[in-house]
């Protein structure tokens, strides 16, 4: 166990550990699982401590001051993240340390003090789903996602087969994701290239992870496949979600199915946030969240 002011790289090796730890707190937003900080970390490059009861998780993003995820632990913790703060600015040269991604319950513990400044990010809010509005997909509202389905059973309903992601279809997974960015032309988008990073990652180590995946595949290829993990006891999250832009209501096909077979016991979906995309943030309104989970940033003031 490393204690503050102490860091270590976030490895596979920590997975029980933070798991436990993250599962502890029960959290609302979509960061706070280990398979996300993990398939991320190249990016991120999270350094994680513990501060008594607290588990601190530091950010060193390439070209970006370090900055942390708001403290993970019990109530109160004004003090810890009063600790955290100084030691970014007198230990790390931060001008303007900062807490990011916090969740409401974080914010309702030092939004408080007169030292800290309390900003929303729209652009990190995650969307919350009922699962049994994902599945059914009723009413009017839901007409349109009803028709893709029905256009991809059209085409392919003989055809196609949906099967959990293992040893066995890892490596087609990944050929698909390679022709996916092909068609979206990752190489072109940096955020979309940082994608595929953390797409890498958590096939590379799918297992170690213990996510739930599945795959659809027509004929021999896989054309769309997804994983998450519960966030919660009433919320599962779904990391990533893949699928052939080409094949009409295959998209709307892989979300409906990854609900109906495996989370159906569970109230809620987490689907992440959009990150300010117009298509996408589009796309996540479409199927109408019951609400989104607000996250901030919380500067302390110079």
């Known amino acids: ?40 970390r190249s990016l991120y490059r999270w350094q994680w401590s513990k501060a008594g009861e607290w588990l601190l998780i530091l950010q060193e993003k390439e070209g970006q001051e370090p900055s942390f995820l708001p403290p993970v632990g019990p109530s109160p913790r004004l003090e810890v993240t009063r600790t955290a703060l100084d030691w970014l600015h007198a230990q790390r040269g931060v001008q303007r340390p900062r807490i990011e991604r916090a969740d409401s319950r974080f914010v309702s513990e030092v939004s408080t003090a007169p030292e800290l400044a309390v900003i929303p990010e729209r652009d990190h809010f995650d969307y919350l789903y009922q699962t049994s509005d994902l599945i059914s997909l009723k009413g009017s509202k839901y007409h349109g996602k009803r028709s893709h389905i029905s256009r991809f059973l059209q085409d392919h309903g003989a055809g196609f087969r949906f099967v959990p992601i293992g040893p066995e279809n890892l490596e087609l997974c990944a050929e698909f994701q390679e022709r996916w960015c092909e068609w979206r032309r990752c190489d072109e988008d940096m955020n979309l290239g940082d994608e595929w990073t953390a797409i890498r990652q958590g ?29 919660n006891a009433q919320t599962a999250v779904v990391h990533i979600e893949k699928a052939n832009p080409e094949i009409p209501g295959l998209y709307a096909m892989i979300n409906r199915q990854f609900c109906r077979k495996y989370w159906s016991g569970v109230p809620f ?5 959009d990150l300010g995309e117009e298509g996408l943030r589009k796309a996540k309104l479409s199927y109408h969240p019951v609400r989104l989970v607000e996250k901030y940033r919380i500067d302390l003031a110079g």
């Open 1 to 40: 166990m490393v204690a503050f002011p102490d860091f270590r790289p976030l490895e596979l090796e920590d997975r029980e550990l933070i798991r436990e730890l993250l599962w502890r707190y029960q959290p609302d937003t979509s960061e706070l699982t280990f398979t996300n900080l993990f398939i991320w």
């Open 203 to 231: 096939l590379a180590d799918y297992q170690a992870l213990k996510v739930e995946g599945a795959a659809i595949l027509i004929g021999e290829k896989v054309e769309a496949f997804t994983f998450g993990e519960l966030l």
């Open 269 to 273: 979906i987490n689907r992440e946030q």
